[in-house]
């Protein structure tokens, strides 16, 4: 309730054209809402002429039939937002499109690059005027240079990978075509789809169901692929050692989506196997936080035989914890989000998974509650191992000094929360969630152990992750 998610992408090109591009994007946006609940928006291509609606808000406020009518064309891209790099106003939300010598291009970006601040100042040093704050202007100008002087969009697009270094799932419109890349690392994900013969693009398989898209399979770690009137073809740029981010199968994505091969659902119920393997306990009931907990109560109620239980209701008509802009108004969600069953958990003992803690503040605060409903004792299980160190490619794991696990031991945070036991999941075991053997790694677990992916290349957000969380 506290990790504050990344962003999501949807994109189609379609050979016949009208307003039902518009339509599967807005149904991709609502399936990938998850991902961001701050801004969305769609931009449209008709023979050249891009327009583009965006706003704060969630995609169902955004959007209606009218406005939706007015969206034509044959090409669309789509976002949802969080914000980790920029504020949350309007003029951040996304896709942004830009002007330049040859045309017009529109972006649509989920994810971090590293080196944002050394590109910026490049870029603003060569007469640069930015009219955002987000990472994503960086890439558009960048594009949009190095097309001016190459021979097609996708070179431009290749030569801008070279340079940025990061986490990013990337669609890029132009006038004719339609661009995907996916970072070297492979550290968020993307998939492509087919709907009635026209090419689908997605943060997640879950947004392909919802507009009817079939699965074709998942963009490469440093894949570029171009759709256009021609059919789909696809560039590879070097890739470097895989290394998906592991925090997607924990808590990002959709539990009905597939990532790079892996169900999500089936990595969770895994996740709650390996809680009671681990830290098992003698209880009553277990129960999950809603959503990301709810799948690793059931794999520890499976593991354990302990009856799963539901235990909370959560208000689902008001927006997340995370999108609230002070402290003390994303308690007072809290407050209003969850609320304990007090007829099944009065008199128990409770086993309740979550997927993370960060600052303690929000789960010290659950346990409290269930404590008030009756509950005879509350046994915290966390379905990740403790966040150590800071995220740089655009999940919101804050800087070090605000992580409990950095100056508590396991007791002291177990005391501090209030609960009768808590047991997180062993780092060595995050390779179960993937399928994996002992020893293999093909993910990123760097908010764990602090081995990030591209350290080599050097890191300039040097002041942590992104905003503050209170989970």
Known sequence: MGIHEECGVFGIFSRTGGNGISQSCYYGLFALQHRGQESCGIAVNDDGKITCLKDM?????????????????????????????????????????????????????????????????????????????VDSEVIAYMVAGVRSVSPSIEDAVRSVMEKIEGGYALLVMSPRKLIAARDPYGLKPLVMGELNGDTVFA?????????????????????????????????????????????????????????????????????????????????????????????????FSQASGIPYVKGFVKNNYIGRTFIKPSQEQRQDSVRIKLNPIESAVKGKRVVM?????????????????????????????????????????????????KLIAVKHT??????????????????????????????????????????????????????GGGEDLEK
Not at 83 to 88: D, F, I, L, R
Not at 362 to 380: C, D, K, P
Not at 382 to 393: A, D, G, H, V
């Open 57 to 133: 808000g969630l995609v169902g406020e955004v959007f209606n039939h009218d406005n939706l009518d007015k969206l034509k064309g044959t090409i669309a891209i789509g976002h949802v937002r969080y914000s980790t790099t920029g504020s949350s106003t309007k003029d951040n939300a996304q896709p942004l499109v830009s002007q330049y010598v040859k045309g017009t291009i529109s972006i649509a970006h989920n994810g971090n690059l590293t080196n944002c601040n050394t590109l910026r100042k490049e870029l603003e040093d060569n007469g640069a005027i930015f009219q955002t704050t």
């Open 203 to 299: 943060s997640e398989t879950c947004a392909l169901s919802a507009c009817g898209a079939s699965f074709i399979r998942d963009v490469e770690p440093g894949e570029i692929v171009i759709a256009d009137d021609d059919g789909v073809h696809s560039v590879m740029t070097p890739a470097r050692k895989r290394a998906g981010c592991i925090f997607e199968y924990i808590y990002f994505a959709r539990p009905d989506s597939i990532i790079d091969g892996v169900s999500v659902y089936e990595s969770r119920i895994k996740a709650g196997k390996l809680l009671y393997e681990q830290h098992p306990v003698d209880a009553d009931i277990v129960i999950g936080v809603p959503e990301s907990g709810l799948d690793a109560a059931l794999g």
């Open 353 to 401: 998974t979550d997927d993370s803690i960060v600052r303690g503040t929000t789960i010290a605060n659950i346990v409290r509650m269930l404590r008030q409903a009756g509950a005879l004792e509350v046994h915290v299980r966390i379905s990740s191992p403790p966040f150590l160190y800071p995220c740089y490619y655009g999940t919101d794991v804050p800087s070090r000094e």
């Open 410 to 463: 396991i007791p002291q945070i177990c005391q501090m929360i209030g609960a009768d036991s808590l047991g997180y999941l062993d780092v060595n075991s995050l390779h179960e969630l993937t399928g994996l053997k002992e020893g293999q790694k093909n993910f990123c677990d760097a908010c764990f152990t602090g081995d990030y992916p591209n350290a080599e290349y050097g890191i300039d957000l040097l002041n």
